[in-house]
């Protein structure tokens, strides 16, 4: 399992995605692939497309603590910027949905539970959720908080995977509380603007929800995104990260695709053990 040093930071780094001021933290290499074999998506009771356009590639991490907060680095090669999340097209006479999707990157941590690198093995667990997207988070500077619970027993309100092996697997996803970070746009019957925006923003956004600071930058091929969150929220739905422990923990990074089209790494160990 591939450590990740969580340092004590001579000073808080700005939450910009530049990653130029983190000081003596240094990159670690974390090797990513597909999260689903595509000969294996019709057993694990997937559509057949693979929209899967990250691949195998190395992202680099660092991670550090000052003050109460946690800092995290993520910075990977990706030939273009997507910032755009679906929206709406004209065509002939009505605004069709485009299939635009944005560049996102997640980190999970687990909570509770027998936790496994699929979202489709026969486990249960569940784990906190940072995801950051190029369109419905960054523009705000946060990254939405999210539970993420997964089990082969029922879930209510949970989606099913009927897979070929496993039986069926239920993966409930639940924002964590407070004030939505955006909300989906419905398309009008009159003609306007040739391309419209899918989403509204909130700039209020609030509560546990919007607790995880986030910003990135694509430049010259690769993307750099800064995340932070205080060690402890106090929030019910929250990980609470102690110093001197160690947790399980994974990347997911989505170039222009969502839902399974990801490549994520193996469970990684997030070390505070230097944090006091």
């Known amino acids: 399992m591939t450590v990740i040093r969580v340092v004590p930071l001579a000073s808080a780094p700005i939450v910009d995605g530049a990653a130029d001021d983190w000081g003596g933290a240094a990159w670690i290499k974390v090797p990513i692939k597909p999260a689903v074999d595509r000969n294996d998506r019709a057993k694990l009771g997937l559509a057949p497309e ?12 660092r991670a550090g603590v000052h003050n109460g907060r946690l800092y995290l680095a993520a910075r990977w090669p990706d030939d273009a910027a997507n910032t755009e999340y679906k929206g709406w097209d004209w065509q002939a006479d009505r605004y069709v ?21 699929s ?6 667990y569940r784990v906190d959720v940072w995801l950051w997207s190029a369109a419905r ?22 989606a099913e995977y009927a897979t070929r092996d496993h039986g069926v697997i239920y993966i409930k996803k639940q924002r964590d509380a407070g004030t ?11 003609k306007g603007e040739q391309h419209l925006s899918g989403i509204k923003l909130n700039p209020g956004a609030n509560g546990s929800i919007a607790d ?28 609470k990260f102690r110093p001197g422990q160690k947790i399980t923990g994974q990347i997911a990074v989505f170039n222009r695709s969502s839902d399974e089209h990801k490549s994520v790494s193996e469970p990684l160990l997030f070390d505070l053990t230097q944090v006091r």
């Open 50 to 61: 693979d929209n899967n356009n990250t691949g195998a590639i190395v992202v680099q991490l």
């Open 97 to 117: 949905e485009s299939k635009r999707r944005e560049d996102m990157f997640a980190v999970r941590f687990h909570l509770d539970g027998d936790f496994d690198r």
């Open 119 to 124: 979202m489709l093995a026969a486990k249960t």
């Open 137 to 158: 988070t960054n523009p705000l500077g946060l990254a939405e908080d999210l539970l993420h619970s997964i089990s082969n027993r029922l879930i209510e309100d949970a």
């Open 180 to 190: 939505s970070l955006y909300q989906p746009v419905r398309a009008p019957k009159e």
């Open 212 to 239: 995880v600071k986030a910003k990135g930058m694509w430049k010259a091929g690769f993307w750099t995104v800064e995340l932070s969150r205080q060690l402890d929220t106090g929030n019910s739905d929250d990980v």
